[in-house]
């Protein structure tokens, strides 16, 4: 019988030989550590190892790393399988680095995560901005269909791959078959970030994962959805995408990853699948009635609302729940009041807060929901605030084209933000989380973006880089080429 964590197996029989470590890393099996640490992480540092005899590399495996990754291909239907140790952004800048030549044009979400973006001014790659549809009553933008894909196609002809984000952060989306459909037709390659997704495959009762609708590359974070290390994550690459292409990828790996991956991580993505696996339909339905009564019991606190939707056209992570606050309190202020009934929330928006649950039943503590209930009770309910519409701040128009490289030769001044709109931004403003930029560099700057700006920090938000947003860095000229 196969070995069913071959990586895992393969550091355990080496711990036991107690070996003497005359290599990197510094801490020496967990004999040379901070005080205040060592307790607590001694029986953890001696699988802090390297590339030793029996070990493998990362970089070019062909003993147990290997053997892992070819489970985690197997489980999730596709050809091949790389362990990320830089978290899905490695994956994103990776493949599209890999795919694509300089001066390629690709279509791109705009509600896409900043490592897309990034990984486009990298690769030198144009992106064609698509808003996303947007869900008035979720107030999420929820994806992009197949006529979108020939709308594109027709305007920008030159489009040599599509790049989705699937779910969105809150686990909502539109289906994506046709749009993956679609584009395979026009003979372009899908690549799409299912940072949000990686527990999909597991059962029927979660939304299908890209990896089973034809997506030729698919990046998912494990440690988000599955019980992995953080930073822990994967790359998969389907069966029909050319042997090159892959090589490609997997070269690009070996650049944006470090030469010196943790084992820690890659253990925790051997240990994540197979936990995964062993999974049956019933503890997922267990896990699954658990969060139904977790919400039943959230819905009977006035001052909040669990929102649902009732289109049946859209993918739901029933692992995730999404809270809105029925006062005055923005998100960022009921997720205060949360943190104070001892409930840390994923994240905070200007109307909602994110619930992420896990793949094992959880019962929330009474005494905390009693504590939530009596916090918020001295808070009045009003009226349901009006949704903020995507296209207020993202763009007024379907697509657009971004030329990424240019801004950096451009002079710089910095402004007001009240009198930005018109001009060119030479730098982005990202909430964080969930880090999808609200305004990109290189972006010409709609007074839409303006008011949503100052809206997301009146109501508490937090700017990833940026301390101030009441200023703007902007190219020193009124002319936009």
Known sequence: MKQSMPLITAIQQHIEQQPLSLHVPGHKNGHVFSHALQGDFQSVLPYDVTELIGLDDLHDPTGPIALAQQKAAHFYQMSETHFLVGGSTAGNIAMVYGLFERGDTVLLQRNSHKSLFHACEIAGVTPILVTPEYDEHLGQGVGITAAIVRQALEQFPQIKGVILTYPNYFGVS????????????????VLVDEAHGVHFVISQQFPPSACELGADVVVQSAHKMLPALTMSSFLHISKHLPMEAAHRIKEALTMFQSSSPSYLLMASLDGAREFVERLTEGDIAEILAGIEAIKRELSTIQQIKVIESNNQSYHYDPLKVTIRSRTALSGYQLQDVMMECGMYVELATERDVLLVFGLAPLRLDTGVLDKLREKLSTYSVVNEKDSISLSSWASDVRFTEMKLGRVHKLQQTTIPLTEASGRMSLESIIPYPPGIPVLLRGEVIQQGTVDYIQQLADAGA????????????VVDSEEIE
């Open 462 to 473: 937090r700017f990833q880089g940026k301390k101030r947003v009441d200023e703007v860095l």
């Open 174 to 189: 539109m289906d994506i078959q046709e749009v993956i459909e679609e584009a395979k037709r026009r003979g372009l390659v």
